[in-house]
T-cell receptor, first 113, second 113 residues
Framework: NAGVTQTPKFRILKIGQSMTLQCTQD?????MYWYRQDPGMGLKLIYY???????DKGEVPNGYNVSRSTTEDFPLRLELAAPSQTSVYFC????????????FGSGTRLTVV | AQSVTQLGSHVSVSEGALVLLRCNYS??????LFWYVQYPNQGLQLLLK??????LVKGINGFEAEFKKSETSFHLTKPSAHMSDAAEYFC???????????FGQGTRLTINP
């Protein structure tokens, strides 16, 4: 049982490049989330999904896009990377919403130079 | 809207001393509350959660937290700190729609030998 798997673990992007952060879970969870973590700022919600085909914006969605075509996968797309997107990104999932808590992936450390 | 405030971005204690990490919440409905731990270069791991069953909640690694409605607090404690407890700790509250968690800014715990 792998839980939540994120790839890649590390990535360096140049300003203006694009990339997709992958997230997959094998627990049949309906809810999936993308957070970014910046030092001293806690975790900020970027996007979330309550099921396949349904996504919604969080606190800091600008510069990002998501899709949810299957229950298992929830990729995060960065278009035109900017230095402000340098951060650690965490994907998480939950069985029936946030009252049950989350299972987190191990994170992707992204640097934009 | 729900919110969480963690008092103290950095707490330092001696090995064997009491650990106390403070968390206050704001919620318009009976809250679901969580403590997560993040070890260096890892994802977040659930320590414990409050779901209204009991006000004193026991978690992993000897940690516990007490829900105090009158003080809107959910402080995390451990009677005797161990070097392996050095990590960052996050308090979180489930939003009223039970769709997402709102995190505090985190408290970094340092253990002195």
């Amino acid at each position: 049982n792998a839980g939540v798997t994120q790839t890649p673990k590390f990535r360096i992007l140049k300003i203006g490049q694009s990339m997709t952060l992958q997230c997959t879970q094998d627990m049949n969870h309906n809810y999936m989330y993308w957070y970014r973590q910046d030092p001293g700022m806690g975790l900020k919600l970027i996007y979330y999904s309550v099921g396949a085909g349904i996504t919604d914006k969080g606190e800091v969605p600008n510069g990002y896009n998501v899709s949810r075509s299957t229950t298992e996968d929830f990729p995060l797309r960065l278009e035109l990377a900017a230095p402000s997107q340098t951060s650690v990104y965490f994907c998480a999932s939950s069985y029936e919403g946030s009252n049950y808590g989350y299972t987190f992936g191990s994170g992707t450390r992204l640097t934009v130079v | 809207a729900q919110s969480v405030t963690q008092l103290g971005s950095h707490v330092s204690v001696s090995e064997g001393a009491l650990v106390l990490l403070r968390c206050n919440y704001s919620s318009s409905v009976p809250p679901y509350l969580f403590w997560y731990v993040q070890y260096p270069n890892q994802g977040l791991q659930l320590l414990l959660k409050y779901t209204s069953a009991a006000t004193l909640v026991k978690g992993i690694n000897g940690f516990e937290a007490e829900f105090k409605k009158s003080e809107t607090s959910f402080h995390l404690t451990k009677p005797s700190a161990h070097m392996s407890d050095a990590a960052e700790y996050f308090c979180a509250v489930s939003d009223s729609g039970a769709q997402k968690l709102v995190f505090g800014q985190g408290t970094r715990l340092t253990i002195n030998p």
